[in-house]
Nanobody
Framework: QVQLVESGGGLVQAGGSLRLSCAAS????????MGWFRHAPGKEREFVAA????????LVADSVKGRFTISRDKAKNTVYLQMNSLKPEDTAVYSC????????????????????WGQGTQVTVSS
């Protein structure tokens, strides 16, 4: 079992920045891939970013490309989502997710790929 706890959400003006953190605990000695998803009211949960166990392979959604960056610190069992140039349409609950990885470079992009989920953190961007 892996437990995930997100932090760093809040209210920010358009154009501002936030850094979300996702701290993992439990069976963190296993190799696992991680991702960030967001869920806005009236919309389906959508993929935001994913990172491999090694940290060397990452992918972000086209909607946030050039603005968001995903990274991980394995020593701290923490994954980060740096969000810059935020827009009102980025407003959502952001959740991190984890699953055992097949390889050090595996990436997982779909919600059904993931086994473990955090409770989410609210990000609100005002215009």
């Amino acid at each position: 079992q892996v437990q995930l706890v997100e932090s760093g959400g809040g209210l920010v003006q358009a154009g501002g920045s936030l850094r979300l953190s996702c701290a993992a605990s439990g069976r963190t000695s296993s190799m696992y891939g991680m991702g960030w998803f967001r869920h806005a009211p009236g919309k389906e949960r959508e993929f935001v970013a994913a990172i491999s166990w090694s940290g060397s392979v990452t992918l972000v959604a086209d909607s946030v490309k050039g603005r968001f960056t995903i990274s991980r610190d394995k020593a701290k069992n923490t994954v980060y989502l740096q969000m810059n140039s935020l827009k009102p349409e980025d407003t959502a609950v952001y959740s991190c997710a984890a699953r055992n990885a097949a390889t050090m470079s595996s990436l997982y992009l779909m919600t059904y790929d993931y086994v473990y989920w955090g409770q989410g953190t609210q990000v609100t961007v005002s215009s």
